[in-house]
């Protein structure tokens, strides 16, 4: 049961390396960037939900050790419509981290395919990722890909969602029964898209992070993007971190 609600800004960390401004081309892959699956051996998939295990050796020693996770979080990419690909920043900011967490608005399944050279990947089902409603794109069925995901990391449980209501915009009892339609119950973080406006909250106990969009930050067009990276630390500990794609 959610108490009276919290908003209190998480310190930030904008990341601005000044290359001058990029366009959306056809990137070249980072040749030092290679599959990083070590990690992603200590996510806990919650029965019902997630099963990301499936891809390691059942026999992998690296399991039983405490290992701090990092992970990618990417939102709102709109390819092909914004741009041919994703910017070439992504994969550089997204080098060495252990699972991609995409919050929807896909549009082409290429896309997780492109980001699955770096890491594991799931999505969330965005609202233009069903050719609905005037979108011109669809993705084709695609196991990485739905309407919400739970994983458990370090005894964190992490949910990923294109969108939720927040009590920043409702009340505390409609997060709750947001969070227990879509997660099963409460959660400590929640992974969530469809603003395009990047951006760490709390509410109560619960953590919200918004990457922003890579490709149309704040709907603006010939801007950087935003990503974000969340990381948790043995112990359970929590931080995120938004990144520009300057």
Not at 19 to 35: D, L
Not at 58 to 69: F, H, L, N, V
Not at 98 to 103: K, S, W
């Amino acid at each position: 049961m959610l108490g009276k609600t919290t908003i209190m800004a998480i310190s930030l960390v904008i990341i601005a390396i000044v290359k001058g401004s990029r366009k959306c081309r056809a990137r070249r892959m980072p040749r030092n960037i290679a599959p990083h699956f070590t990690k992603a051996a200590k996510l806990r998939p919650i029965l019902g939900h997630d099963s990301v295990m499936d891809s390691f050796p059942a026999g992998d020693a690296r399991r039983a050790k405490p290992i701090e996770m990092r992970i990618g979080l990417i939102s709102d990419t709109h390819i092909p419509e914004a741009c041919e690909h994703l910017p070439e920043r992504v994969f550089e900011v997204f080098a060495g981290i252990d699972l991609v967490m995409h919050a929807g608005d896909v549009y082409v399944n290429r896309v997780l395919d492109e980001l699955s050279r770096i890491a594991p990947v799931i999505a969330a089902l965005g609202n233009g990722d069903e050719g609905l409603d005037g979108h011109r794109y669809s993705l084709d069925p695609d196991e990485r890909v739905r309407e919400a995901h739970l994983i458990e990391v370090e005894g964190v449980r992490i949910g990923l969602v294109h969108a939720i209501p927040t009590p920043d915009e409702t009340s505390d009892e409609v997060f709750a029964r947001a969070m227990d339609r879509e997660f099963g119950g409460p959660v400590d973080v929640i992974v969530q898209g469809h603003s395009h406006i990047e951006g760490v909250m709390r509410f109560g106990d619960t953590m919200v992070i918004n990457p922003g969009s890579a490709t149309l930050p704040r709907n603006l067009i010939g801007v950087p993007g935003t990503v974000a990276i969340l990381e948790i630390s043995n112990g359970g500990q929590i931080s995120a971190e938004i990144i520009s794609l300057a």
